[in-house]
């Protein structure tokens, strides 16, 4: 159960902007004299309205950490002693190692992705000539930087470039740090040149394997250069061992509390915990539970009575509602408020489609045969739906993740996706998964032996090709709502 993950002091919109600032600050990302980018696209990085970034432009400027006037970008003020920024890095470096370790399988795999998708080569050309014409570490740095978020582009997956620009911030080790330490840890530029060099090559001949690996090569170094660094500035301790509960910005800025607490409910309900119990609790009872307000618990009830999971009666309480009582009632949320999830949940699904073999290779091998033969059974026991089944494949794959970093990745997709089911609500809809039954069971019974049987190629194969169909389903669906199709993440053809 996540029940207790969400018994949390509610964090607002604008505290993940301000501990954003802060933090990028704290690393040594930014510095004084820098500018923040302008305020409408910090609007949109962060999924909050003009009135909360200008809210934080006060916080910031009333603390003396930003200088900002009207029509202009706000510039740093203060900066942080290099004493003060290694005291915040050791303090970080568990949680630095933990998302390299984490993203270690996807990285590359994403980027190489979208590498292979890249047709005009000449911007990413014009990048790496102004890294060497660069007269500062930093500069070349930021072209490399910019190279590297140019890839994800292909997938028009705005939750994906606020993510890649979260975990750029986050792992960020000042090049200052090098200085005393041994010089082998200094950044190999000439290196990174040459591996990038080989990266346009291999993308200019469609050879994908090629880009991964190049690909690999730069986030090793990277990994490894930190890695040096943090050792040498913060040597383990017996207190340092676990790493500490975080989660992604870019991610919990677009789930607000309520979209969290329904989707503890909703794995709750279907867990069974409320099968001898006519109502699910009552508002006051998850108010408590939850520590929330009465206007969250409100919002998450209306979400659960939107999608058909609940339905809840004036002065009685809330009902569970099987499959087959599902009508159509009048929406208790906002419509806008619906179709502009709905674009996240596109974002998400896309972006876990994506993940979604890189992370099966590491984490299969791992699974004892006891955990594969009871998910198995559970799949084998559900109906031939693809997104039943696609939920219950993701709901073990965080259960089964190495790192926090992927767990609390894993977790927060999953959240999002709840979105999606607002798509059942589409007037005259026409489920896809009806279509091909035949395909889809047969599908089931073949991942069903191929986990009873350990045979991890044909398990990803055909997970993969679930997921695959499951995003071209959901794209195909949402766009018969009225949410702006030009933002919708891109269809994936095949690499």
């Not at 370790?101 to 990413?124: M, N, V």
């Not at 499959?323 to 179709?339: C, G, N, Q, R």
């Not at 993740?401 to 609390?408: D, N, P, S, T, W």
């Amino acid at each position: 159960m996540r029940k207790e993950a969400y018994v949390l002091k509610e964090i607002s919109l604008y505290d993940y902007l301000y501990q954003s600032v802060l933090t990028q600050l704290a690393c040594g990302a930014l510095r004084q004299g820098d500018r923040l980018p302008s305020q409408t696209e910090l609007c949109r990085q962060y999924n909050v309205g003009i009135t909360t970034v200008r809210r934080v432009y006060r916080m910031l400027q009333a603390e003396g950490v930003i200088d900002c006037e009207a029509r202009t970008k706000a510039v740093i003020r203060c900066d942080l002693t290099n004493a003060e920024i290694t005291r915040m890095i050791q303090n970080r470096k568990l949680y630095i190692l933990d998302i390299y370790r984490s993203l270690a399988p996807l990285y590359p795999f994403l980027q190489a992705q979208g590498a292979f998708r890249i047709k005009e080569l000449e911007p990413l050309r014009n990048l790496l000539r102004q890294s060497v014409q660069a007269e500062e570490q930093r500069g070349r740095l930021h072209c490399y930087s910019q190279l590297l978020e140019t890839l994800f582009s292909p997938f028009n997956n705005q939750l994906l470039k606020d993510w890649h620009q979260e975990v750029s911030h986050v792992t960020y080790v000042p090049l200052y740090a090098t200085l005393q330490l041994d010089p082998r840890v200094a950044l190999p530029l000439e290196e990174f040149q040459q591996l990038f060099n080989e990266l346009l090559e291999a993308m200019a001949n469609s050879e994908i394997s090629a880009c991964e690996a190049r690909l690999r090569q730069i986030y090793d170094k990277g990994w490894m250069r930190a890695e040096k660094i943090l050792d040498a500035l913060a040597p383990e301790s017996e207190g340092q061992r676990k790493v500490p509960a975080y989660s992604w910005a870019a991610l919990a800025s677009r789930t607000p509390k309520y979209t969290a607490i329904a989707c503890s409910l909703l794995e709750r309900i279907r867990a069974g915990e409320f099968d001898d119990q006519r109502y699910i609790p009552s508002i006051p009872q998850l108010m408590q539970e939850y520590s929330a307000s009465l206007a969250t618990i409100r919002s998450a009830v209306a979400v659960l009575n939107d999608i058909g999971v609940i339905r809840t009666a004036a002065k009685k309480g809330s009902v569970i509602v099987s499959p087959s009582d599902f009508s159509l009632a009048p929406m208790k949320l906002d419509k806008a408020i619906v179709e502009e999830n709905i674009v996240t949940f596109l974002d998400a699904l896309q972006l876990l489609t994506l993940c979604w073999t890189p992370l099966v290779r590491v984490l299969f091998p791992k699974w004892t045969s006891a955990f594969r033969q009871a998910l198995a059974e559970r799949l084998e026991a559900l109906p031939s739906s693809a997104g039943i089944l696609a939920g219950e494949l993701l709901r073990q794959l965080r259960e089964g993740a190495l790192y926090a970093g992927q767990r609390q990745f894993l977790t927060q997709l999953e959240d999002l996706l709840l979105w999606g089911h607002y798509l059942k609500r589409l007037p005259n809809l026409k489920l896809p998964d009806a279509l091909l039954p035949e395909r889809l069971c047969d599908d089931q019974r073949r991942i069903v032996q191929a986990l009873k049987e350990s045979e991890e190629a044909i398990f990803i194969t055909l997970t993969q090709r679930l997921f695959d169909e499951a995003y071209a389903i959901a794209r195909d669906l949402a766009r018969q709502t009225e949410a702006e199709i030009s933002r919708f993440p891109a269809a994936l053809e095949k690499a």
